[in-house]
């Protein structure tokens, strides 16, 4: 696997898990309460 592909690949996972925890409902109702 090309660096760039890795590198892409490793930038998509960290977006999505920003994503999934920037949504977290759980996380939201802890910050709001």
């Known amino acids: 696997m ?3 592909s890795g590198n892409l ?3 998509t996972k ?4 920003r994503i999934l925890e ?3 409902p ?4 802890n ?3």
């Open 22 to 24: 920037e949504w977290n």
């Open 14 to 17: 960290l977006l999505k898990y």
């Open 2 to 4: 090309p660096i760039e």
């Open 31 to 33: 910050a709001q309460a």
């Open 26 to 29: 759980v996380k939201r109702w």
């Open 9 to 11: 690949f490793s930038a």
